[in-house]
């Protein structure tokens, strides 16, 4: 069974949703930095995980997929 992705907006995502962004990176959103470095039209999807600590900005419109099953 092929589960699919569903497409949207970085501004849409949730904490806890599963994401790709437009360059093939998944990351599972721990926490949402907005604005990113003061600046209100970018956020920061971050993983805080014991796997990894990694961080993603992005611009508030950019298109990104959710995984309709996460973490």
């Known amino acids: 069974m092929t ?3 569903t497409q949207t ?3 849409e ?5 599963r994401v790709r ?3 093939g990176e998944e990351l599972l959103v721990s926490r949402i930095e907005f604005p990113f470095l003061g600046r ?3 956020l920061a999807f971050i ?5 990894r600590w ?3 900005p992005l611009p508030v419109d950019a298109p ?6 996460a973490g």
């Open 3 to 5: 589960i699919d992705w």
């Open 13 to 17: 995502v949730k904490v806890g949703d």
């Open 21 to 23: 962004t437009p360059t």
């Open 40 to 42: 209100h039209e970018m």
């Open 47 to 51: 993983e805080d995980s014991p796997e």
């Open 54 to 56: 990694y961080k993603r």
């Open 9 to 11: 907006t970085a501004r």
């Open 64 to 69: 990104v997929e959710v995984h309709p099953n």
